[in-house]
């Protein structure tokens, strides 16, 4: 069945040459994304205009040949349809209406409630399962509940998601209660979009690394296990993404108790530890500096070099640490990529 190297490597095999996707490939490096852009009017509208959403995830593959494509959209969608405002401020990032009392919490929509509001998203997935090369799999996303909710909080992005840690040692109950709805509303939110052509799906932990001992089990593990168990049972044989940012050591065993087909490496763990401590357990994808793409040359060549051969040895999936940033150079992107095949 599974014929896309992707799936393969999903899947558990150890293939020649690992398949290459990256994290932000439709951003703002690439000029083509900063034109369409500028005619859909500005981020969000993009997101939810799905005949250019499904552009802009279409140019890094129509320029790189890469082996996946991921949805474009964002993982604030999700609170601003269960009725948070929402808007970015350009060179600042984005800012959402905060919760943190339970009257705030008590005005969100449940979680089924989310799916007028996102039905572009799970049209933008619809053309591209029509418009991508039969080789290119296609990857749906969310935000895991606890990166969520760290936004939903704080009402922005934070350096130590301070707001988030607060609330959770000031009222308890309400911080369980919002993450638990974030829960609901992301696998309903997954569900459909696997509905509508994703074939893998990935939960981005962004800010898993500041939960200190029983809280990254209790609000990074518990909740993607709960996810991916819930999609696998709507979805049999459903390959499911696991991003945990930040673990460090902790990556070690995750793929068991989270029950995830990949866990996904920042750059914080070198690939020679990940292949003797987290790849025995199944794929890894992972997990290049994003900075090489910015400075390029023979140290982006000889990087790369060493992740594909530490990690030669079973499934992996090449990829970034993080997002590519904008200041990265497109060429350098081609040098990664012609690197990784070069077998
Ligand atoms: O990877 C992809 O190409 C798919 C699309 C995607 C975007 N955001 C598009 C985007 C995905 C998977 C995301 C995930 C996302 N969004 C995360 C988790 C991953 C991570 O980076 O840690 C988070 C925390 C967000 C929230 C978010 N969206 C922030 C904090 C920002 C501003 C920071 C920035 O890079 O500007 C965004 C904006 C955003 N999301 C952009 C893109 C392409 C840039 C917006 C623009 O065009 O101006």
């Known amino acids: 069945m599974a014929e896309k190297k992707l799936l393969r490597a999903l899947a558990g095999e150890t293939l020649p040459t690992p398949p290459i996707w ?8 690439l000029p083509e994304y ?40 964002d993982i604030l969608l999700v609170p601003q349809a269960l009725g948070a405002d929402l808007w970015f401020v350009t060179g600042e990032g984005p800012r959402l209406s905060t919760i943190t009392d339970q009257a705030g919490f008590d005005a969100l929509k449940p979680a089924d409630a989310i799916h007028d509001h996102l039905a572009p998203v799970y049209e933008t997935l619809r053309i591209l ?24 909080i704080a009402g922005r992005g934070t350096p130590d998601q301070g707001p988030a840690h607060a609330l959770k040692a000031e ?13 609901e509303a992301t696998i309903t939110y997954l569900s459909e979009q696997v509905k ?11 800010w898993a690394g500041s939960l200190q001992g029983e809280d990254f089990q209790k609000y990074a593990v518990e909740p993607a296990r709960r996810i991916t168990a819930a999609l696998k049972e709507l979805h049999p044989g459903l390959p499911v993404i696991a991003f945990p940012r930040g673990a460090g050591e902790r990556y070690e065993g995750l793929h068991k108790v989270i029950g995830a087909d990949c866990i996904a490496l920042d750059d914080g763990v070198t690939a020679e530890w990940a292949a003797k401590h987290v790849q025995p357990d199944g794929c890894v994808q992972g997990n290049l500096k994003s900075s090489h793409m910015v400075t390029g ?9 060493r992740i594909v051969k530490a990690l030669s040895g079973g499934p992996h999936i090449f990829n970034l640490g993080h997002g590519i940033t904008p200041d990265a150079d497109p060429e350098n992107v081609q040098l990664m990529i012609d690197t990784v095949r070069e077998g």
């Open 22 to 29: 990256m994290m932000r490939q439709a951003g703002r490096y």
């Open 171 to 183: 009222n308890r109950p309400l911080f369980e209660a919002l993450l638990e709805r974030i829960t």
């Open 297 to 305: 040359g023979q140290a982006l060549v000889d990087e790369t070099r």
């Open 129 to 152: 399962t029509r418009e991508l090369p039969s080789e290119t799999a296609l990857i749906g996303f969310a935000g895991a509940p606890w990166t969520v909710a760290t936004y939903m």
């Open 34 to 73: 900063r034109a369409t852009r500028a005619e859909a009017g500005d981020f969000l509208s993009l997101c939810y205009n799905s005949e250019l959403a499904a552009e802009v995830t279409l140019q890094p593959i129509r320029r790189y040949g890469f082996d996946a494509a991921i949805l474009f959209a």
């Open 196 to 206: 509508a052509g994703a074939e893998t799906v990935k939960i981005f932990d962004s």
